[in-house]
């Protein structure tokens, strides 16, 4: 079965064709990185424009690249949901009128669904049951994953993705946008350990997470250490950040090692932007080895927003017989 994918819940605008659920034959995506910069972060009327520019070439090069055409696609997959909601549309306004012009099956897929789903791309997936940890610019959430479309939610965050909280202190830091890759690498060369910022709620009895604290607390960091003429020594702002990521990784990783402790479970997944984070990634292979867990990682272009990952969610439904109405329509909070 071919899968025309297409993903733009956000600033990406991607489109994939995918061979029975597994095989990648394109995977295209446009960023608006660019355009985003000058704002500190992603401004929504300028997403929805910059998708519906971009939507059909990149349609066109996803079918090019896999040397097919829309005569040989089986079935259309697309991002419902959540995101927001100008980008949606246009994802999903698009692959409406190919599914109704084309007479073609259709299915409207969960983004947080196509994250969790991104490890089915590797070579060697996971065998289901496994905790999936989803961490992103708009989401972190801790899930039981029984098998496509069997979801249990054990924790997600209660105020700012984990993500979100790397855009805001990036920028208080005056860094640049997007804020997770530039901290990621200024924390190469920092001491984790220099500044002892808080691990919110890792004593608590949950697997809810708590960011914007953190957050605060940076903010406060800053207003105690006023800036000087010339600005912030650069071993500072390395200090800093690494201090940070330190204690947003330490939360991530212990409450998903507990969550697969709780559950019984042996297998953890990352997924989301954030999983292609570094240091997440050894800090989690080095945990899970101790606690004895099996940990499966994304490859870091699988962890970002991609059109690929839609098409395996997309592929497992469509298989099935199931369908989405062509009224379907886009939600900003599309709860898994």
Known sequence: MLILAIETSCDDTGAAVILDGRKILSNVVSSQVSVHQKYGGVVPELASRKHIESIVPIVTEALETAKVTLKEIDGIAVTQGPGLVGSLLVGLSFAKSIAFARGLPFIGVNHIEAHLSAIFLEEKPPRFPFIGLVVSGGHTSLFRIDGFGKYKRLGQTRDDAAGEAFDKVAKLLGLGYPGGPIIDELSKAGNPKAIRFPRPLLSKNSFDFSFSGLKTAVVNYVKAHPEP???????????????FQEAVVEVLVKKTVQAAQHQGLK???????????????????????????????????????????VGVVGYEYLKRGIRSPLSLNAFSNLPL
Do not use: H, W
């Open 229 to 243: 003429p010339g600005g912030y020594p650069e071993d500072l702002i390395k200090d800093i950040v690494s201090s």
């Open 267 to 309: 297998r953890i997944v990352l997924s989301g932007g954030v999983a292609a984070n570094q240091r997440l990634r050894q800090k989690i292979r080095e945990e899970s080895f101790e606690q004895k867990l099996k940990v499966y990682l994304p490859s870091p272009s699988f962890c970002t927003d991609n059109a690929a990952m």
